[in-house]
T-cell receptor
Framework: DSGVTQTPKHLITATGQRVTLRCSPR?????VYWYQQSLDQGLQFLIQ???????AKGNILERFSAQQFPDLHSELNLSSLELGDSALYFC????????????FGQGTRLTVV | GDSVTQMEGPVTLSEEAFLTINCTYT??????LFWYVQYPGEGLQLLLK?????DKGSNKGFEATYRKETTSFHLEKGSVQVSDSAVYFC??????????????FGIGTKLQVIP
């Protein structure tokens, strides 16, 4: 158990809909990262938050947004969903400071039908 | 910016064969380096890490040495098993501007070990 909790584990929704994925980082971790993993696409970095502030953006679509709340949990909002958004979405967290690794949650499997 | 380059897979080996997965990096600071493993249907797990030059990380028979002069962190195992079949990700952790921690991953290398 990495200590990072993601909910829900599975999500099935229709095209055009909006969903929210939730991540609770490990206790004490200030950084939260979101990644998308599609078949044959590897791990695509979406966005990073540090202590409530956005710190880095990767290949995140404009239809997607995220935020980190004062209690450090984070939510990833996906709207106007398309079939191609079907993927595993991972959240990871890390502490501030050098030499620290990221700890991953088990992921949310999103299926858009 | 920081980047990690690792060999594209898939890599297919017979059981008990020697494994090398290459990884090189580019970083502005003095990063820590990691290998993560993702078994089928699971999330990523830390396999090993090294925090400074010449450090060797090791776990479950896997090893990787932090080579600053060649900016590399190649993963090796002397004798792979079927249970090692997974996707392996090389990653680095460095301080971004403002002092926050940033983690950068490679694309992942799929390893398939056949009996």
């Amino acid at each position: 158990d990495s200590g990072v909790t993601q909910t829900p584990k599975h999500l099935i929704t229709a095209t055009g809909q909006r969903v929210t994925l939730r991540c609770s980082p490990r206790s004490g971790d200030l950084s939260v990262y979101w990644y998308q993993q599609s078949l044959d696409q590897g791990l695509q970095f979406l966005i990073q938050y540090y202590n409530g502030e956005e710190r880095a953006k990767g290949n995140i679509l404009e239809r997607f947004s995220a935020q980190q709340f004062p209690d450090l949990h984070s939510e990833l909002n996906l709207s106007s969903l398309e079939l191609g958004d079907s993927a595993l979405y991972f959240c990871a967290s890390s502490v501030r400071g050098s030499g620290t690794e990221a700890f991953f949650g088990q992921g949310t499997r999103l299926t858009v039908v | 910016g920081d980047s990690v380059t690792q060999m594209e897979g898939p890599v297919t080996l017979s059981e008990e064969a020697f494994l090398t997965i290459n990884c090189t990096y580019t970083a502005t600071g003095y990063p820590s380096l990691f290998w993560y493993v993702q078994y089928p249907g699971e999330g990523l797990q830390l396999l090993l890490k090294a925090t400074k030059a010449d450090d060797k990380g090791s776990n479950k028979g896997f090893e990787a040495t932090y080579r600053k002069e060649t900016t590399s962190f190649h993963l090796e195992k002397g004798s792979v098993q079927v249970s090692d079949s997974a996707v392996y990700f090389c990653a680095l952790s460095d301080r971004g501007s403002g002092g926050y921690q940033k983690v950068t991953f490679g694309i992942g290398t799929k390893l398939q070990v056949i009996p």
